[in-house]
Nanobody, 127 residues
């Protein structure tokens, strides 16, 4: 098992910034990818950003490119999501997830390859 714990959500006005953090523990050596997903109110969960824990290669949904940055600190088994220029449509529950899977490009921001999930942290952006 790999417990996943998110932190750093909150409320902010449009144009503001938030930084989310995700800590994993347990069998972290097996983790290949960590990702952030979000679920806006009344909508399905969607992939936002992901990072390969070995190479550091990052992946982003088109809706957040240029505004969000995912980074990792392998020594601390932590991944961060820096969110700048936030918009009301960024509002939702943000989940961190981890997987040992080796994935193709098209799978990296999909939910199903990720085995381990956190409880989520709420982000609210007001206009």
């Amino acid at each position: 098992q790999v417990p996943v714990v998110e932190s750093g959500g909150g409320s902010v006005q449009a144009g503001g910034s938030l930084r989310l953090s995700c800590a994993v523990s347990g069998n972290t050596y097996s983790i290949n990818y960590m990702g952030w997903f979000r679920q806006p109110p009344g909508e399905e969960r969607e992939g936002v950003a992901a990072i390969h824990t070995g190479s550091g290669t990052t992946y982003y949904a088109d809706s957040v490119k240029g505004r969000f940055t995912i980074s990792r600190d392998n020594a601390k088994n932590t991944v961060h999501l820096q969110m700048n220029s936030l918009k009301p449509e960024d509002t939702g529950m943000y989940y961190c997830a981890a997987t040992p899977a080796r994935m193709t490009f098209g799978q990296i921001l999909r939910e199903w390859p990720y085995n381990y999930w956190g409880q989520g942290t709420q982000v609210a952006v007001s206009s």
